[in-house]
């Protein structure tokens, strides 16, 4: 299935091509705050998704005419790992590695979606990069996870770009500017995705093939990412673990346009401003 939220916060449910409104069957208010609608349906899925397609509430919707909104808003964290392909890793002169050093956290107010633009703060003569990863979306209340449960708490993935400001200071400030984690287009529940050790990902700029990697060179692996930060951190369904780059991250700039996708997972293009 998938996950998506659209049009001011409503909730929709994708059933292989048939896509639902499923906002008033959950009961859900988009006008709450915090916006935390998602979190709690995740959280609830097991319970809540069976059928939800047939609940007299339930709509059908023509997918094509939504707007697509960040899946998630306001998870509990935004988790990273640094440098976790060894190309990338190269090509970064980086003594820093996601088996070495482990995670760093984003802002979760950095999340945006697949409609959202990226914007550039105005920062002269900085230069400021894409990331491309896979985003592991988290499904259930966990501590101290082992390698072998790892796989069963993750309830879905989606595309991730994590954008940088190159520079000195402080990784988690040059990695939280608004719009500095475009997460999307939806959330594809972990039943589909075959293998999460065998997934191509993708990054364009305006075309040209910036990032094309495979999810089997990580160096951390899924079940080891999950495992570390679990021994640190609860991990709460809706969490968001931003897995790491690959080689070929480099300076976007205004008027850009961004392409990411990653099989099986989805796509999204969106536009520096
Ligand atoms: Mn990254």
Known sequence: MKLFRFDGGRIGLGIEDHYYDVTDALGVDTQAWPPVQMVQFIADFAQRSPGLEKHPKTRPVDFASLRLEVPILWPNKLLAYPVNYVKHGEEMKSVNRADLNGFFLKANSSLSGPNDPIVLPDLP???????????????????????????????GYACLVDMVVRGKEERVMRKSYDSFCPFGPWIVTADEVKDPANLQAKLWINDELRQNANTRDLIVDIPGMIELASRVATLYPGDIIATGTPEGVGPVQRGDRLRIAIEQVGEMTLEVR
């Open 125 to 155: 003569g900085r230069e400021i990069h894409h990331e491309c990863e896979l985003g592991i979306v988290i499904g259930k209340t966990v501590k101290n996870v082992s390698r072998e449960e790892a796989m069963g708490c993750i309830f």
